[in-house]
């Protein structure tokens, strides 16, 4: 069968971009990760062989959220550097051919934001108030929150101030919801779109994409709104703060501006099935949106093949590539969620207390995973830390812990610090090279440095390896943009794109079919592809 992928020409519908995670990337200075390091190691990020970057928040912000909590969307923390390493940063990567993708935080900001400090000052009913989502209390003296939502990362949605109103904050207390009925607000975020358009990103990956628009008559809702995945239940009534219809018709706003600047925008939209997904990215708004229905999905044949027929469909409906991903800083890292008994999406953490990951059938499966990800048509995210196979630290003690979900939870989840720590780079330096002082702004775990790239780079058979030959190989072969045909059997995941024919086994062997050679597998393959292995295979020469 036939996936059909809408080919586009533009550089993104096939772009292999990868995540950067400031804090934990590359430290010059004194173990929290800066934008110089990461200047510095563009020329590694051009040797993988990535088109793009996004690099997660690195603006002004108290860090409750490790800048998801932004209080001045136009200039850099000085804990990252100054709006002159952004400019240096910019003009390195030109250099470099990658181009840039910034994060924007649009569905609320830092309690520290000069808004919301006003907006406290000015008191109810004032015009600064109606910037955020401020209401009065119920019960006799209003001491009982406007409504029952709940905070994503635990405990309730609403935080009582002084005068006794109450603000929004669907996330952290430190991060008020804005209030997107008000045109202020809309004006505000088309002048920072500009202004990093002006300084030269190629676009932008969008926060919470789904939450902007609110039911302004703020119901109750009595249920939880997952990270990533939503809510997997057809039964619960639409939920009055995620993925509204009315979030759209910003979109189409931005687009325009977006357009004028040859710029794309990526749409972070937990939603509830892959239809709605697909309205992210019809043809006047988002340019792409996760497909988080890949990445939360089981390691097994039937959910993959179903998740990837089914990604194509919606998306040719409104010819829209595909976006696949498998890792962020808001999951566990992919080697220790393929270790787990259940996989999927994986839980929120993982605690040294809980049932540990089987690490070697994990890495072997992700490796398979990820060559699978990278043969599929469409582009793809790879997170920091993914091309060394980086495990969770899943032995972190917690009183490290930093995540306001661990806090939020009164610990009961152990939040995203796991999949957040500071990456490798020397083998032979203190705290693997992370920073010039071997500090590291969260501990790494023992033998972290095994995983640096001085030692992969040099091994033929390390993730490194596997995923610069695959770069190399997907864009030799066009694969980002070629046809697929689906030839799934009982036995496995098979595809068809361009030229190569992919194989993805799970729990069986498999004989290399005849008239076909390895072009390159994520384990030694000679005869047989062995279990949990996938081999990009090209024709033998006649
Ligand atoms: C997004 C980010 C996450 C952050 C949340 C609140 O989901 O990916 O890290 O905590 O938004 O901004």
Redesign the pocket.
């Known amino acids: 069968m036939i996936l059909s992928q809408p080919s586009s020409d533009q550089w993104w519908s096939s772009a292999v971009i990868y995540q950067i995670y400031p804090r934990s990337f590359k430290s010059t200075t004194d173990g929290v990760g800066d934008l110089p390091g990461i200047t510095s190691k563009l020329p590694y990020l051009a040797g993988l062989g990535v088109d793009a970057v996004w690099i997660s928040p690195f603006y002004t912000s108290p860090q409750k959220?490790h800048g998801?909590d932004v209080s001045d969307y136009r200039d850099v923390d000085p804990l990252f550097g100054t709006l002159e390493d952004a400019t240096t940063l910019l003009a390195r990567a030109k250099e470099l051919g990658i181009k840039v993708i910034v994060d924007l935080?649009p569905?609320?900001t830092s309690d520290q934001h000069p808004w919301f400090q006003k907006a406290l000052k000015a008191g109810p009913g004032s015009p600064e108030r109606n910037l955020y989502w401020f209401r009065d209390g119920r019960g006799e003296n209003g001491e009982l929150p406007p409504t029952n939502w709940r905070s994503v990362f635990g405990g309730p949605a609403w935080t009582q101030v002084e005068d006794g109103q109450w603000y929004l904050h669907l996330?952290d207390s430190s991060?008020p919801d804005l209030n997107w009925e008000n045109p202020l607000v809309r004006e505000e975020f088309e002048s920072i779109l500009r202004f990093w358009l002006e300084r030269g990103v190629a676009g932008f990956r969008v926060?919470?994409a789904h939450g902007l628009m609110k039911d302004p008559a703020l119901p109750d809702w009595d249920h939880d709104w997952e990270?990533v995945s939503g809510l997997d239940d057809d039964s619960v009534p639409a939920p009055p703060m995620w993925d509204r219809d009315e979030v759209h018709d910003i979109y189409r706003d931005w687009r325009k501006i977006v357009d004028s600047y040859g710029g794309m925008m990526c749409a972070?939209a937990w939603v509830h099935d892959d239809e709605r997904r697909s309205l992210y990215v019809r043809p006047d708004e988002f340019q792409q949106c996760f497909n988080f229905s890949f990445l939360a999905s089981p390691w097994d044949r039937a959910s993959l093949q179903e998740v990837i027929a089914q990604s194509y469909e919606v998306n040719n409906r409104v010819g829209a590539p595909t976006t696949w991903v498998f890792n962020?800083?808001?999951v566990v890292r992919l080697p220790s969620r393929m270790g787990l008994p259940v996989t999927g999406k994986g839980p929120n953490g993982i605690f040294p207390t809980d049932p540990q990951p089987d690490l070697e059938l994990g890495s072997r499966r992700a490796r398979a995973a990820q060559l699978l990800m990278l043969a599929l048509p469409g582009s793809a995210y790879l997170y920091n830390g993914e091309e060394l196979g980086l495990p969770e630290h899943t032995s972190l003690a917690d009183e490290y812990r930093q995540d306001p979900n661990f806090r939020r939870t009164e610990g009961t989840e152990a939040g995203?610090d796991g999949c957040r720590i500071p990456l490798p780079w020397d083998s032979t330096l203190p705290g693997a090279g992370f920073s010039p002082t071997g500090e590291t702004w969260l501990p790494q775990p023992d033998g972290w440095e095994e995983y640096a790239p001085d030692r992969q780079i040099v091994n033929p058979d390390s993730v490194h390896t596997m995923i610069t030959t695959a770069l190399k190989l997907r864009k030799e072969h066009g694969l980002g943009t070629a046809q697929i045909k689906d030839h799934t059997t009982e036995d496995a995941l098979e595809y068809q794109v361009g030229d190569i024919r992919v194989i993805t086994a799970f729990d069986r062997e498999l004989p290399v079919p005849d008239g076909w050679q390895v072009l390159l597998s994520s384990q030694p393959v000679t005869d047989t592809i062995g279990p949990n292995t996938t081999c990009w295979l090209q024709k033998t020469e006649s």
Request: charged share 35%; proline share 0%; no cysteine.
């Open positions: 959220d998801y935080v569905n609320h996330f991060q926060d919470v990270m972070e962020n800083h808001d995203r």
